[in-house]
C-alpha cells in the first residue's frame, strides 16, 4: 500500500537555485496549460493529457522556452499530470474551478516521478544526482518498497520531502470492530469524545496567535514598497521582522500538527470505528467571532490525519452529514430538545430528566448515528458493540483529559475553556 515519508531536508545554495529554478518551470508549465485549455475549450476542443504532452514537446523545442530544458523534464510532466487531476476533481464536483499559481504563495513544490534513492542521509533524484540533497531521515523506508515519487517543497522558507513509498503490503482488511467512538470537535474544547475524553485547545497555542498578530502589526509599519514598479527597496528592519514572523509561524504550524498528530494516533489505535462529523468549516469561518478558533484546531486537516491514519490500521472512519442534529438529541431517551446557542454547555432533558453536558452528549449521538443505532438505544448493535451512553472500557489517554461519567466538573470545564 502506498505510504508518504515527510523528511525536511538542507540543500546548499547551488541547490536552493536549481530547486527554486524547478518551482518556476512547474508553475509556469501548470499556469501556460490551464490557460491552454481554457482557450481551446472556447475553440470547442478537447484537451486530454496525450494532446497537453505533444504541445509540451513543440514548447521546448522553441527558442524563447529554451530555459526549460534546465529542469528536470519528467518535474514538467507531473506539472502537467497535477493539473490534469486538479481537473478531474473539479469535473466530480470534488473542488473549484483550477487556480494559477502564484510566485508569491509561501507554499511552491515539485514533484519528480521516477529514480528517487534515499541513502546515507541524502535523497537522489533527477538533476539532483551528484551528491543528492542532506535530509535529516528520522522515519525508515522499508528495505524492499519501491520509492513511486518525491515531492519537494518550501514552507515558510524551509524545504521539505515528500516521499511516496510502496511497501508491497496489502491493504489491511477491515479488522472485526470491537469498539466505536464518536468524536464531537468543538470550540472551547478541540475534541470530545463519547467515552468522556477531552482534548482541549491549546492554551499556549493560542497565546503564540496572537505574539504572531503582534509582530505581523508591527510588520506593516515597516518600510516596504506594495505598489507594482515602486524601486523602493525594502528596509532592512522590514526584512529582520519577516524573518522574525516567519520563524513564528514555522513554530505555530509545527506544534499544531505535532499535536494534531498525536491525538489522532492515539485515536486510531484505540478505536476500530470512528464516527466524526463532517462540519461546514468554511459556513462556519464566516461567522468572525468564531474564526480564529476555528482555525486554530485545523479540523479539516484533523478529519485527514484520520481517515489515512485508519487506513493503514485497518480501521473506519464513519463521516456524519453535518446536517444531523448531534446536539439537539439527548442521547439518553432519544427526544428532541431543539436548537440551542452556543453558551448553553449544559441541559437537562425534559423527558428524562437527564442532564447532558452539551459537546459529551453531541459526541454519544454521534457514535449512535454512525452506528446506525441512533433509533435502537439501549440494545446491543450487530457488531456488539453497547450504543447508549456506556464508555468504552479500559480507554486511556496521555493528550486528553478523562472526565467525570454524567455531567463535567466545573472546575474542569473552566480550565480548558478557551478564548
Ligand atoms: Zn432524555
Not at 290 to 314: C, H, M, N, P, T
Request: charged content about 25%.
Amino acid at each position: 500500500m502506498l505510504k508518504a515519508y515527510k523528511y525536511r531536508i538542507y540543500p546548499t545554495k547551488a541547490q536552493i537555485t536549481l530547486i527554486e529554478k524547478h518551482f518556476g518551470c512547474s508553475r509556469f508549465i501548470y499556469n501556460y496549460f490551464l490557460d491552454f485549455r481554457q482557450k481551446e475549450y472556447v475553440k470547442g476542443k478537447k484537451v486530454n493529457y496525450n494532446t497537453t504532452q505533444a504541445e509540451l514537446t513543440k514548447l521546448k523545442n522553441l527558442d524563447e522556452y529554451k530555459w526549460l530544458n534546465e529542469v528536470g523534464s519528467q518535474s514538467l510532466q507531473m506539472a502537467i499530470r497535477n493539473l490534469d487531476s486538479a481537473f478531474s476533481k473539479f469535473f466530480k464536483k470534488k473542488s473549484g474551478y483550477p487556480k494559477y499559481k502564484s510566485k508569491k504563495q509561501t507554499h511552491q513544490s515539485f514533484t519528480a516521478p521516477q529514480n528517487i534513492k534515499v541513502a546515507n542521509n541524502r535523497v537522489y533524484l533527477p538533476k539532483f544526482t551528484k551528491d543528492g540533497i542532506k535530509l535529516k531521515y528520522h522515519r525508515d523506508i522499508p528495505t524492499n518498497a519501491i520509492l513511486k515519487q518525491a515531492t519537494i517543497s518550501r514552507q515558510n522558507n524551509q524545504y521539505f520531502v515528500s516521499i511516496l513509498v510502496d511497501d508491497n503490503m496489502p491493504i489491511p482488511k477491515p479488522i472485526k470492530a470491537k469498539n466505536a467512538v464518536g468524536l464531537d470537535m468543538g470550540i472551547e474544547n478541540f475534541i470530545i469524545t463519547s467515552d468522556y475524553v477531552i482534548y482541549p485547545n491549546q492554551k499556549h497555542f493560542i497565546k503564540q496567535q496572537k505574539k504572531l498578530k503582534k509582530l505581523q502589526r508591527r510588520l506593516s509599519r515597516k518600510q516596504y514598497s506594495r505598489k507594482k514598479g515602486d524601486t523602493t527597496l525594502k528596509s532592512n528592519n522590514y526584512i529582520k521582522q519577516k524573518a522574525k514572523v516567519q520563524k513564528l509561524h514555522t513554530k505555530v504550524y509545527n506544534q499544531r500538527k505535532d499535536y494534531l498528530h498525536k491525538i489522532s494516533n492515539e485515536i486510531t489505535n484505540q478505536y476500530d470505528i470512528i464516527c466524526v462529523e463532517t462540519l461546514n468549516v468554511k459556513g462556519m469561518i464566516k461567522n468572525k467571532r468564531l474564526s480564529k478558533s476555528i482555525a486554530d484546531v485545523a479540523w479539516s486537516e484533523f478529519i485527514r490525519q484520520l481517515e489515512y491514519k485508519s487506513s493503514w490500521k485497518g480501521k473506519t472512519v464513519l463521516k456524519i452529514d453535518k446536517w444531523f442534529p448531534s446536539s439537539q438529541l439527548c442521547s439518553n431517551c432519544g427526544a428532541n430538545s431543539g436548537k440551542k446557542p452556543l453558551n448553553i454547555r449544559k441541559w437537562t432533558c425534559k423527558e428524562c430528566g437527564y442532564t447532558h453536558n452539551r459537546d459529551i452528549n453531541a459526541s454519544v449521538n454521534i457514535r449512535n448515528y454512525g452506528l446506525g443505532q441512533i433509533d435502537n438505544r439501549n440494545t446491543a448493535g450487530t457488531v456488539g458493540i453497547q450504543a447508549c451512553g456506556v464508555p468504552s472500557d479500559g480507554i486511556t489517554t496521555a493528550y486528553g483529559v478523562v472526565v467525570s461519567h454524567g455531567s463535567m466538573k466545573q472546575e474542569a470545564q473552566s480550565s480548558l475553556a478557551v478564548g
